[in-house]
């Protein structure tokens, strides 16, 4: 199916519907706002959901706050997130042109050349190599071994229903990160907390894919919301469900204590309120709940640092 060009009017700013920023977008001089919305500056839920297993990796070891490393972190997060986001829109131009929601992406819309968004790519991986530098030769190996995952990626939506189990995979590396840069051992409990995260990102994903169902089944891409159908929500219930009881499993191997369940309660009552809220008939609904795991993600922090240092 060939859709109507859209016109300079159609495109406008660029600035999408879901963007988090507008109007401190809106103020950068063109060129630069393109730039900060290929790399999805404007939208920091991306780069929270990075970093926010990151985190789980760091206060989990009990090796207290660690402010510094986490500061470390949430630079790497914010420059890899964006640096995927780059590639993903280098990669997906000609299938972004003909989807609704990302046809006024700055490299499918034209506003930034290929050749453009490859230097772009280049300096904010400069920033992530700057940071991978800062930690010791495990995590840093560990770091370098999610390359090739992230790099296939964009692929997956052509080839499998379920691209965002792969993304699970890669959302949740940051995880693995930064249990290495501390220890390098518990590894049974550290396995659980990763698999436990995938599994939160495919439900939180799933969720984001409902916005695009149509425009996906009309070009071609794939993804678990296509796949769940009339069964999304049930979908999404079952993911949530066992990633708090891979969390659970997780604590309870790193330390056999009740409180150590109780304190992943709250993080598994909100994701509870997300299934039971969710309205797939209300297009603003997805976006909200999908939005709504950043506060999850501090929640599964809070119940990390617990375990692990109290």
């Given amino acids: 199916m060939t859709r109507p060009a859209r016109s300079s009017a159609d495109i406008g700013d660029g600035i999408v519907p879901d963007s988090e920023h507008r109007g401190l977008v809106a ?14 500056f404007d939208r920091p839920i991306g780069w929270w959901l ?20 986490l500061g470390l972190m949430l630079a790497g997060s914010i420059a890899m997130r964006g640096a995927g986001c780059v590639y993903n829109d280098i990669v997906d131009a000609r299938l972004d042109r003909q989807v609704a929601r990302t046809a006024s992406r700055p490299v499918a819309s034209g506003r930034v050349s290929k050749t453009l968004a490859w230097a772009w790519l280049g300096a904010l991986s400069l920033v992530g190599l700057a940071v991978l530098l800062q930690l010791r030769l495990l995590a840093q190996m560990v770091a370098v071994g999610s390359l090739l995952a992230v790099a296939a990626y964009p692929f997956m939506k052509r080839i499998t229903w379920w ?12 995880l693995l990160v930064g249990w290495t840069q501390l220890r390098a051992d ?9 698999l436990g995260s995938a599994l939160w990102v495919v439900g939180y994903d799933t969720i984001y894919a409902m916005q695009d169902r149509e425009d996906d089944a009309l070009v071609g891409i794939r993804s678990s919301a296509l796949r769940l159908g009339r069964q ?21 191997l790193y330390r056999e204590d009740w409180v150590a369940l109780v304190a992943l309660m709250p993080a598994a009552w ?4 997300q299934v039971t809220t969710l309205d797939e008939r ?6 909200a709940r999908f939005r709504a795991n950043r506060w999850t993600g501090l929640l599964v922090a809070a119940a990390c640092f617990v375990v692990g240092n109290a």
Avoid at 270 to 273: D, E
Wanted: aromatic share 20%; with cysteine.
């Fill in 186 to 194: 518990n590894w049974d409990a550290l396995a659980a907390m990763y």
């Fill in 232 to 252: 999304v929500r049930s979908g999404v219930a079952l993911f949530y469900t066992g990633a708090v009881g891979l969390w659970a499993l997780a604590f309870w």
């Fill in 163 to 174: 691209p965002q189990a792969w993304l699970g995979l890669v959302f949740s590396w940051g």
């Fill in 50 to 69: 990075l970093f926010w297993p990151c985190v789980w990796g760091v206060w989990l070891t009990g090796a207290g706050w660690q402010w510094a490393l």
């Fill in 282 to 287: 209300d297009p603003a609904n997805p976006l």
């Fill in 27 to 40: 103020l950068l001089p063109p060129r630069l706002r393109d730039l900060a919305l290929l790399a999805r």
């Fill in 270 to 273: 909100h994701l509870a309120w």
